[in-house]
């Protein structure tokens, strides 16, 4: 009597396709974020490099950030059209070349031209990643993958600082710059070639190409208020982020007294237990509602933020607050990415993913002025209230945004 091949072999065969598929796009989105933090630890030497001011350097982030923002949604357009590896090569060997060239340069605005292209090449990482995976994965292993995804990128920032001091050290901020870059071509590379196998094209229907009325549809989707209501979420859930990343540690000095050096453990605490969270985010999803999940972490971090704006903390209350907060925001993280997929039609997702992160940008140009301006104006409390109020919000928009958009 024969036996038919045991379904488990089968299982086992999509998990190790779907492992590949989340290693090749987590490796793009661990260069992705690299490349956003090059430059920031190597900052006072290139201004003194090019003797310029720390206003005209910073001239080179905001470039790279307004031409993330522009590139995104139209990156979505053609990863979806194309297919998603060879927008990813495409911007994987721009963003390499475009570092590379800035370590090269001796003209100034000829560098801020470079980091302009390496905004424009970082666009493409979350729209062709989250149509890659969103694709290509089982839905039964994607809020796995969304977390690995996720964290992934969260490593490429944490290494970014250190790496480029060490390099800086060794072979000066211009080698730094080229070495970098070496990772991101050779990826760039590997996906070219190698990667045909792990993330084939799936072409659209050539009739539906290209034409007037996929342009119409495209906007009719991007406008719908599901969608809009998603984005929304995005740039609440970035003003989140940013306020605690970035203003947190001055604020618990500024707040209650706090020695920097306790703030500082504050936020460390913060940032580890969110990569923490991240990867165990992934594993509810599927058997808990990600609605019900985003909702239960806004909820937590809204709470402790609001204990931290208007109560008298010390420093270990602040790390279990701030460690809490980081926690439940990293969890939700994997839940938010399937709310989106949920609502976004088939063949959509890379648009749908450029468009909604773009409310990331978004609150990257208003956020600082928020909260510098509540520094400024002596009210540091004000920034875990603001982080607390953008949290709240962001569940109405996750209780108004489940309804899935029809396709076509």
Same mark, same amino acid.
């Given at each position: 009597?024969?036996?038919?091949?045991?379904?488990?072999?089968?299982?086992?065969?999509?998990?190790?396709?779907d492992m590949?598929v989340?290693?090749?796009?987590?490796?793009?989105h661990?260069v992705?974020?690299?490349y956003?933090?090059?430059?920031?630890?190597?900052?006072?030497m290139?201004r003194?490099? %090019?003797a #310029?001011?720390?206003t005209?350097? +910073? !001239?080179?982030?905001? =470039?790279f950030?307004? @031409?993330?923002? *522009?590139?995104?949604?139209?990156?979505?357009?053609?990863?979806?059209?194309?297919?998603?590896?060879?927008?990813l090569?495409?911007?994987?060997a721009?963003?390499g070349?475009?570092?590379?060239?800035?370590?090269l340069?001796s003209?100034?605005?000829? %560098?801020? #031209?470079?980091?302009g292209?390496? +905004? !424009?090449a970082?666009? =493409?990482y979350?729209? @062709?990643?989250? *149509?890659?995976?969103?694709?290509?994965?089982?839905?039964?292993?994607?809020?796995?993958?969304?977390?690995?995804?996720?964290?992934?990128?969260?490593?490429?920032?944490?290494?970014?600082?250190p790496l480029?001091?060490?390099?800086?050290?060794?072979?000066?901020?211009?080698?730094?710059?080229?070495a970098s870059?070496?990772?991101?071509?050779?990826l760039a @590379?590997?996906? *070219?070639?190698?990667g045909?196998?792990?993330?084939?094209?799936?072409?659209?229907?050539?009739a539906?190409?290209?034409?007037?009325a996929e342009?119409?549809?495209?906007?009719?989707?991007l406008?719908s208020?599901?969608?809009l209501l998603?984005?929304?979420?995005?740039a609440?859930?970035?003003v989140?982020?940013?306020?605690?990343q970035?203003?947190?540690?001055?604020?618990?000095?500024a707040a209650?007294?706090?020695?920097?050096?306790a703030?500082?453990?504050?936020?460390?605490?913060?940032l580890?237990?969110?990569?923490?969270?991240?990867?165990?985010?992934g594993?509810?999803?599927?058997?808990?509602?990600?609605?019900?999940?985003?909702?239960?972490?806004?909820l937590?971090?809204?709470?402790?933020?609001?204990?931290l704006?208007?109560g008298?903390?010390?420093?270990?209350?602040?790390?279990?607050?701030?460690?809490?907060?980081g926690?439940?925001?990293?969890?939700?993280?994997?839940?938010?990415d399937?709310?989106v997929r949920a609502?976004?039609p088939?063949?959509?997702?890379?648009?749908?993913?450029?468009?909604?992160?773009t409310?990331?940008?978004?609150?990257?140009?208003?956020g600082?002025?928020?909260?510098?301006?509540?520094?400024?104006?002596?009210?540091?409390?004000?920034?875990?209230?603001?982080?607390?109020?953008a949290?709240?919000?962001?569940?109405?928009?996750v209780?108004?945004g489940r309804?899935?958009?029809?396709?076509?």
């Amino acid at each position: 009597m024969t036996e038919s091949r045991p379904p488990l072999d089968a299982a086992a065969d999509g998990r190790a396709a779907d492992m590949r598929v989340v290693m090749a796009v987590s490796a793009a989105h661990f260069v992705s974020h690299y490349y956003i933090l090059a430059l920031p630890p190597v900052f006072e030497m290139v201004r003194a490099s %090019f003797a #310029v001011s720390y206003t005209e350097l +910073g !001239l080179a982030l905001v =470039v790279f950030n307004v @031409a993330c923002a *522009a590139g995104q949604t139209p990156a979505g357009v053609l990863a979806d059209r194309i297919g998603a590896r060879r927008v990813l090569v495409a911007g994987l060997a721009l963003g390499g070349l475009a570092l590379a060239g800035a370590g090269l340069v001796s003209s100034f605005w000829l %560098f801020v #031209v470079l980091f302009g292209l390496g +905004g !424009l090449a970082n666009a =493409v990482y979350h729209p @062709a990643d989250y *149509a890659a995976l969103s694709e290509r994965i089982a839905p039964e292993r994607i809020g796995r993958a969304y977390s690995i995804h996720t964290f992934a990128g969260m490593m490429g920032g944490a290494v970014a600082p250190p790496l480029m001091l060490f390099l800086d050290s060794q072979i000066g901020w211009r080698g730094a710059f080229v070495a970098s870059a070496l990772p991101g071509l050779a990826l760039a @590379a590997w996906l *070219a070639l190698a990667g045909r196998s792990i993330l084939p094209v799936t072409p659209r229907p050539t009739a539906a190409r290209g034409t007037a009325a996929e342009a119409s549809g495209s906007v009719r989707l991007l406008t719908s208020p599901v969608i809009l209501l998603n984005f929304v979420f995005f740039a609440l859930f970035a003003v989140f982020q940013l306020g605690l990343q970035t203003y947190s540690a001055v604020a618990l000095v500024a707040a209650h007294g706090l020695p920097l050096a306790a703030a500082s453990l504050a936020l460390t605490a913060y940032l580890l237990a969110s990569a923490i969270g991240v990867l165990l985010g992934g594993l509810p999803v599927g058997r808990i509602s990600p609605a019900g999940l985003t909702i239960a972490g806004m909820l937590v971090v809204a709470a402790c933020t609001v204990a931290l704006g208007i109560g008298t903390v010390g420093t270990v209350a602040a790390v279990l607050l701030l460690g809490l907060a980081g926690l439940a925001g990293g969890m939700t993280m994997p839940a938010r990415d399937m709310i989106v997929r949920a609502v976004t039609p088939p063949g959509a997702f890379g648009k749908v993913f450029g468009f909604v992160t773009t409310g990331f940008n978004l609150a990257g140009v208003l956020g600082p002025l928020l909260f510098g301006l509540l520094m400024d104006h002596g009210r540091p409390g004000g920034v875990f209230l603001v982080v607390a109020g953008a949290c709240l919000l962001s569940i109405l928009t996750v209780l108004g945004g489940r309804k899935p958009v029809a396709a076509g």
